[in-house]
């Protein structure tokens, strides 16, 4: 899903445990995303990983970003996981 939407929260990042990264460590933390057009408009809780996690959103800044669903099963039990894929600022 790629469009605009208004950042609502950011958690601080922190370092987690990755296969995939040099030194063993990425960054991640969670941002919250509202889809434009009012207060009831859907919301998401994103994940960022990598650089992305260091940047700093703040509350009612305008975003377009990609964010990418993913459902997996773990024990029997489904989850629905959403990546940001890339956010840009709408600021010049």
């Given at each position: 899903m790629k469009t605009f939407f208004k950042v609502i929260h950011q958690s601080e990042p922190q370092q987690v445990p990755s296969q995939k990264?040099?030194?063993?460590?990425?960054?991640?933390?969670t941002i919250v995303?509202?889809?434009?057009g009012g207060k009831y408009e859907n919301m998401y809780v994103c994940t960022l990983f990598?650089?992305?996690?260091l940047c700093k959103w703040y509350p009612n800044d305008m975003v377009y970003a990609n964010l990418r669903f993913q459902a997996r099963?773990?024990?029997?039990?489904?989850?629905?996981?959403?990546?940001?894929?890339?956010?840009?600022?709408?600021k010049k």
């Open positions: 990264a040099e030194g063993g460590l990425m960054n991640k933390c995303l509202q889809e434009f990598g650089n992305g996690a099963d773990y024990n029997g039990q489904w989850y629905q996981d959403i990546t940001v894929a890339e956010i840009v600022s709408t």
